[in-house]
């Protein structure tokens, strides 16, 4: 979803019926740029597997997060309990 839409003729409107489905959510820890980057590079790193950098992952969600901010689609906060918001979820699902 955050391709630039040139990269095929097809893509906007794959993008469109994506973010337009019932079934696409945007999982974000905040909707506020500064405590997502936060807690998105806080996250990253302690994926022992991803070898990254904090300077690295911070520059990608900086990049990213207007991209996101901006898709069409239900928003659902991950900054609680894996079992809220599965529940979360399942609310908006069924």
Same mark, same amino acid.
């Given at each position: 979803?955050?391709?630039?839409?040139?990269?095929?003729?097809?893509?906007?409107?794959?993008?469109?019926?994506?973010?337009?489905?019932? +079934?696409?959510?945007? +999982?974000?820890?905040?909707?506020?740029?500064?405590?997502?980057?936060?807690?998105?590079?806080?996250?990253?790193?302690?994926?022992?597997? +991803?070898?990254?950098?904090?300077?690295?992952?911070?520059?990608?969600?900086?990049?990213?997060?207007?991209?996101?901010?901006?898709?069409?689609?239900?928003?659902?906060?991950?900054?609680?309990?894996?079992?809220?918001?599965?529940?979360?979820?399942?609310?908006?699902?069924?």
């Amino acid at each position: 979803m955050t391709y630039p839409n040139e990269l095929m003729e097809s893509y906007p409107e794959i993008k469109t019926q994506i973010e337009k489905s019932s +079934l696409t959510f945007l +999982l974000l820890p905040s909707f506020e740029l500064e405590i997502c980057v936060k807690e998105i590079v806080k996250r990253q790193l302690q994926r022992e597997y +991803l070898n990254c950098s904090s300077c690295s992952e911070e520059r990608k969600i900086r990049n990213r997060f207007p991209l996101y901010i901006n898709l069409k689609c239900q928003r659902i906060l991950t900054n609680e309990e894996p079992q809220k918001i599965a529940c979360e979820l399942y609310k908006h699902i069924f």
